[in-house]
Antibody, heavy 117, light 108 residues
Framework: QVQLVESGGGLVKPGGSLRLSCAAS????????MSWIRQAPGKGLEWVSY????????NYADSVKGRFTISRDNAKNSLYLQMNSLRAEDTAVYYC??????????WGQGTLVTVSS | SSELTQDPAVSVALGQTVRITCQGD??????ASWYQQKPGQAPVLVIY???NRPSGIPDRFSGSSSGNTASLTITGAQAEDEADYYC???????????FGGGTKLTVL
């Protein structure tokens, strides 16, 4: 069965960096676009970034452009999100999700990132 | 700010029908997908495309679209349907992804 497992969240100071990972299994990872979606405490869902199946195309929400970098390693069935210059407003649960173009059919359980001094 | 607009809260009596709407200019060109999220859980896709349900989603959930408005209808709402519901689509450029602000559904 399809599984997405995020890791790498934690407490980081403003201005700091963090790298999230998402381990995928149960499907042919290299066939799918993948996305990161976040949810601040008590708030709604916010799309963060997506990456094409071969890494040739990426896109970012304006709120993270220039600070976050999405990448993937198809050989390791893994998705990553490098987060730099973190701000308090980046505090959220970060989900990785499989982008089936028709919608996000599979989500991970999420990893919490807290940006605080 | 979200380019997809949802009512913040909607309520429905047990067993009755409720419609949750999502408005946005991009919906004239792109289908919305709909997600159910219960407290402490990851979102679950309930409707995608024109009106498709993933395996395991009850047939009381249906989707429709007209003009700039997409709708999620629950026919015969159950207590377990109480949750937050989010719509999702592309933005007007088609390059970015947007979510609606979410609708909290209360089943009375």
């Amino acid at each position: 069965q399809v599984q997405l497992v995020e890791s790498g969240g934690g407490l980081v100071k403003p201005g700091g960096s963090l790298r999230l990972s998402c381990a995928a299994s149960g499907f042919t990872f290299s066939d799918y676009y993948m996305s990161w979606i976040r949810q601040a405490p008590g708030k709604g869902l916010e799309w963060v970034s997506y990456i094409s199946s071969s890494s040739s195309y990426t896109n970012y929400a304006d709120s993270v452009k220039g600070r976050f970098t999405i990448s993937r390693d198809n050989a390791k069935n893994s998705l990553y999100l490098q987060m730099n210059s973190l701000r308090a407003e980046d505090t959220a649960v970060y989900y990785c999700a499989r982008d089936d173009s028709s919608g996000y059919h599979y989500w991970g359980q999420g990893t919490l990132v807290t940006v605080s001094s | 700010s979200s380019e997809l607009t949802q009512d913040p809260a909607v309520s429905v009596a047990l067993g009755q029908t409720v419609r949750i709407t999502c408005q946005g200019d991009s919906l004239r060109s792109y289908y919305a997908s709909w997600y159910q999220q219960k407290p402490g859980q990851a979102p679950v896709l309930v409707i995608y495309g024109k009106n498709n349900r993933p395996s395991g989603i009850p047939d009381r959930f249906s989707g429709s679209s007209s003009g700039n408005t997409a709708s999620l209808t629950i026919t015969g709402a159950q207590a377990e349907d109480e949750a937050d519901y989010y719509c999702n689509s592309r933005d007007s450029s088609g390059n970015l992804v947007v979510f609606g602000g979410g609708t909290k559904l209360t089943v009375l």
